[in-house]
């Protein structure tokens, strides 16, 4: 009883997060505030300016919230206003006007420099695999919607239950994005991100992304890149050939010419490594194959590595309130442009599962915890006017879903920058970044109001 009773004292006693000791943060590491005068949007009359709106939002996204109308309502709050430097309050569709028209390249350049600032202060060195950073590319949809639609908007055909219960086929719309993501350090930084235009397919996506990280960022900044067999083309094979970039592609069951000539060379040998993880829950055997110097493609006949493994998980599963072990049988193959001196097929094997650990911890914690999918700004027709000759009532392109979407990447990585890097309370008392996140919103509230002049 008086254990219980003290624990609750002490995490009342705690003390927690302010918005002061964030800001101070992120001005001080990431000189944030130097970047906000850069910032632009297509209204004419812009009495909140565009650093308003950006830190609106910025913050909406620190404090996690999910939508514009709640937002809409804490710009209410004089606090707030007063810290993102807004003459007075505003509503929702203030904010949608000026996102909506937001210049995306400010963005995308202060999204660059907060991660050259991570990789300067050698943040993203801890989890190096034998001295190397490795990033991940990775798609992900980030709306669908039947009724709503744009000129950017991807279509498919879908079959849905009618209201006379019989199959019924329609049109639904969606967007795509493929993003390039840090997997080795704590802080899983977004590099940068691609939409899917429509007509192209999701490659053509992912090969513009990777032939703009170099010049985005000076350099080739990681040294392995892991991805699935959807990318898994020439000219990215070529291009990272170029850029400096060694591969990891997770192959699936294609009809894919090396894939067939290796499984052949495999199914007459021996496994040449067997082991056995365990982890809590779950045991893993694992047999490896693998063959260097085979042609990548007939047109692409750079010499890569096949590596194959057949693994049996064993895992507790509950059946009829039983505990009870259950087995099943994976089978899995990556190509790969790895130096083999350094690393072996079990390290394959290693980075090739840690692309997976990345759906759910990457795009999967963006969309459950941090508001990705709830399609901001989608098909927003309430946006600044562009006139021309020929139609005087013109609207701006609509750049809402991606201004937003930069917006969340940045708020994302420096507020794991904050918890993962800098704050002893998250080391010394195991806080969640959700709760850090409520901690700064506290703060916000506790702020005392801006006074009267
Ligand atoms: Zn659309």
Redesign the pocket.
Known sequence: MWIAYLTVIRMYDRPSHTLPSFDAYVDKVFHLREALPALRDARQDTEIPPAAVFRALFYGFVFRLRSFKELEADLAQPQLQQHIGAPRSFRDDALRYSLASFATEPLEQMLVAVNRQLKRNKALDPGRVQGHLVAALDGIEV?S?FS???????QRRVTCTGADGQPVERIQ???RAVGCQMVSSPVKAFLGLEWVAPGEGEDKAALRLLARLPDLYGSHFFDILLLDSLYAQAPVVNLAQEVGWSLVLTLKQENRDLYQDAFVLFSTREAEDRFTEQHPGQRREVQLWSESNLPFTQECPQPVRVVHSQEAVTENHYRRGQRQPETTFQEWVWIDTLNPQMFSPRAVWRLGHSRWKLENNGWNDLTQNWALKHGFL??CKHRPKQPTAEDRAKLVPNRG?AAVTLVLLLAFTLCSAFCLLHSKLVRRYHVSLREVARQLYRSLCQQPPARAP
Do not use: K, T
Not at 148 to 153: A, G, H
């Open positions: 709306l919607s709503r639609c744009c000129s950017d908007c991807l719309y969606y967007h989608h098909a879903l």
